[in-house]
């Protein structure tokens, strides 16, 4: 990718903006303030508390990710965003269940100055929800007009200097690809004639492009996966990225099976259920917004595992997700796995895995570093799609004709040599000859 603009440590504020104003964004956000307030750690954060290894090992250059390359400082980040229920941040954080009352309280002022702007949302594509916190609007287009304007008013209002969205709202039902996505010429048509094809998180999306504002997208929905969305990013130089927030499950399963292929060891089925009680499981429980989750979790073996490479290991493994909507136990969810794998010889083993789960605690931080990453990408002239961004989601959105990376490790090597190349170091390949490179 070519960097355009020199990196420069920026100046001014920077909005996030969420669609959905539900567990994930209110974590995110009341974690980003207790931070501020010196009341937390930003544990789970890459920017944050991460660090980078450059030049050869012997050199000893190891420093913060944060102080390597310029990204926004959490004191100069102000948030907003959109929601079908009226409750401001406060409220819609205690209703979420993540944090505990005494955390959220310490910070009630903040989050109560922070309420949600009407949400452009038709219960067609949620079953499971209906709010009354909903803008009207003759077509898709006049409502992705109403976006826009909320997006200036709230630049404006808030001072800021530059903005980026991230999806964290509800899973929408399962949709592929048809000929209104094909190109922005298609995709403005359908939003003036309400295509049905066309789904609310896509006309933020359309909005967000459309101003040059940076898009991620946090869940499996279609949204900025569509040709005409990325002909729109490439049009106004605007990084994306997508799909899928990678916690829970998908992340064990990301660490797991890249150790499994390494030595290699054969699979012969992973089961995997889950049993969560929050919104998002509600959501869930709704068969085609499940169908939308399930594609997202299930293509993670299959590329990690490369059957076609290794056939006598990898090439008839069953897989199964289930994720099952509980009530009695709100956002702390639990992931159950069990992995039949077999080793030298054929003889068969069990690995079991019971992840008592915090999906949120695991979001928030992705949030931050998409946000802070993906606005350093705008600022360099980077757009399209970042893959070197694909650590952080389940579905990675890759260039056609490629297919995605799954593997975390390999992740984060990405991540890692594309902050190296912006900031004009070596790559580390680990290919060296020589014991100190
Ligand atoms: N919790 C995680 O760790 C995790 C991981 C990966 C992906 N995700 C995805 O992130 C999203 C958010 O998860 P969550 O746990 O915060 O769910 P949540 O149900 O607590 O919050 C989602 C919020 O989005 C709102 N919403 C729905 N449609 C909207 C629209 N069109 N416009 C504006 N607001 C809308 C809902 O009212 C709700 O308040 C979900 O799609 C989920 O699948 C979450």
Partial sequence: ???????????????????????????????????????????????????????????????????FVPLAELDDLVFGGWDLFEDNMYEASLKAGVLNKESINQIKPFLESISPMKAVFDQKYVKKLSGDWVKKGKSWFDLAEQLKEDILEFKKQNNCDRLVMIWCASTEIFMKPSAVHKDLASFEKGLKENNPDIAPSM?????????????????????????????????????????????????????????????????????????????????????????????????????????????????????????????????????WDNLDIFGWLGYPMQIKIDFLCRDSILAAPIVLDLALFLDLSQRIGFHGIQEWLSFYFKSPQHAPGLYPEHDLFIQLMKLNNTLRHIQGENLITHLGQEYYD
């Fill in 1 to 67: 990718m070519e960097i355009k603009n020199k990196p420069e440590k920026p100046s001014g504020k920077l909005g996030i903006l969420t669609p959905g104003m539900g567990a994930v964004a209110t974590t995110f956000v009341a974690g980003v303030e207790s931070i501020r307030q010196g009341l937390s750690k930003p544990i789970g954060s890459l920017t944050q508390m991460g660090t980078i290894r450059l030049g050869k090992r012997t050199d000893n250059r190891v420093p913060a990710i944060k102080d």
């Fill in 203 to 335: 006309v933020y999306a359309y909005a967000a492009l459309s101003l040059g504002v940076p898009f991620a997208n946090g869940a499996p929905n279609l949204t900025v996966d569509i040709p005409a969305l990325m002909e729109l990013a490439h049009k106004n130089e605007v990084p994306i990225g997508g799909k899928d927030f990678k916690t829970g499950q998908t992340l064990m399963k990301t660490i797991l099976a890249p150790g499994l292929k390494a030595r290699l060891l054969g699979l012969n089925g992973w089961f995997s259920t889950n049993i969560l009680g929050n919104r998002d499981g509600e959501v869930l429980d709704d068969p085609e917004s499940f169908k939308t989750k399930e594609e997202s979790k299930l293509s993670v073996l299959e590329h990690i595992l490369q059957p076609e490479l290794y056939p006598d290991l990898y090439s008839d493994f069953y897989h199964k997700v289930r994720i099952n909507y509980y009530p009695p136990r709100g956002d702390n969810k639990e992931g």
